[in-house]
């Protein structure tokens, strides 16, 4: 087996907690008092659009959820989309993987724009990824197929030398048939497990700046 140069890392569900998911819009429902089904269903209508970055965030909540007054504002609404960001307890995996400083460290994750800005800022993840194939940068989505054949062109990696973590198994999937190695990620011990069992080398966590 080729020796692993490349890890690629999803964000939500690995590295933070899912972002603007669906117990959040759940939450965000609750909170605002906004009919559920109908957030759903106008979010279904256009996240594709959302998260290739063809649609910006504000255009967006104007559509699902500004598309008539409100008792509160845009702005309102954006502070607790970006406020249910969050660490995931696997992210001490990922910076453990980082701080070995034996591979390459990239995101390929899905996410809408200001969102995806927002948490690499928030989180300081330049410190721990060279490299963001984000959906909102790229224009596709996981698991097109595309992603993951632009993430390996552009590193200039191989599928067997390339390492895919992801908490979605369609993903995984995806990734999979692009030929690299992949794990789906559920919990802080199965990972290290899998890692090690590729011969991944995870060292101590560093301190979140």
């Known amino acids: 087996m080729a020796e692993i140069t490349a890890v690629f890392s999803d964000l939500g569900g690995v590295v933070l907690t899912n972002g603007w998911e669906i117990n ?22 256009l996240f594709n659009d959302l998260e290739t970055g063809k649609l910006g965030f504000d255009e967006y909540l104007r559509r699902t959820v500004f598309y008539q007054p409100r008792p509160f504002t845009l702005e309102e609404f954006k502070d607790f ?43 300081g993840l330049r410190n721990y990824f060279s490299v963001f194939f984000s959906s909102c940068f790229v224009g596709m989505r996981k698991p097109d197929p595309g992603i993951y054949r632009m ?6 990696r191989s599928p067997s030398e390339s390492l895919f973590i992801d908490d979605r198994i369609e993903n995984v999937e995806g990734a999979k048939q692009a030929g690299m190695h992949a794990i789906q990620c559920r919990d802080t011990a199965q990972l290290r497990q899998d890692l090690e069992r590729l011969g991944v080398v995870v060292e101590p966590a560093p301190a979140y700046p």
Request: cysteine-free.
């Open 151 to 156: 993430a390996l062109r552009i590193t200039q």
């Open 81 to 123: 989309i970006f406020g249910e960001s969050a660490l995931a307890e696997t992210s001490e995996v990922i910076f453990g993987l980082s701080q070995s400083r034996k591979y390459l460290m990239a995101t390929l994750n899905n996410e809408s724009l200001e969102l995806n800005l927002y948490r690499i800022r928030r989180f």
């Open 24 to 45: 959040s819009r759940i939450r965000a429902a609750a909170r605002f008092g906004l009919d559920r089904d109908d957030l759903e269903k106008r979010h279904r209508a």
